[in-house]
C-alpha cells in the first residue's frame, strides 16, 4: 500500500537518493581505478603485489569486499 510522504519527508528521500547515486559512481570510479593499477601493475614501482599497495596505501585488505568482488590479483 502507498502511503503519502510529508513534504519534509519526499525532501530527505530526494537528497538521501542523490547521495546515494553519488555514492555508487564514486564506488564505479574507485572500482575503475584499482582494476586499472591492478591489471597495469602500476604498483610494482613500489610494491611486490597489488594485494601489499592496497593495504599499505589505503588499508583495504581481503575482508574489505574489493578482493570478493574480483578486484584482487
Known amino acids: 500500500m502507498n502511503q503519502k510522504l510529508s513534504d519534509r519527508e519526499r ?3 530526494s537528497a538521501c ?3 546515494i547515486s553519488d555514492g555508487l559512481q564514486t564506488c564505479f570510479d574507485t572500482g575503475a581505478a584499482l582494476t586499472e593499477i591492478r591489471d597495469s601493475k602500476l604498483y610494482r614501482e613500489e610494491f611486490n ?3 601489499d599497495f592496497c593495504q599499505h596505501t589505503y588499508q583495504i585488505g581481503k575482508e574489505s569486499g ?7 590479483e
Open 49 to 51: 603485489t597489488f594485494s
Open 11 to 13: 525532501a530527505r528521500f
Open 66 to 72: 574489493f578482493f570478493e568482488k574480483g578486484i584482487e
Open 17 to 19: 537518493k542523490k547521495q
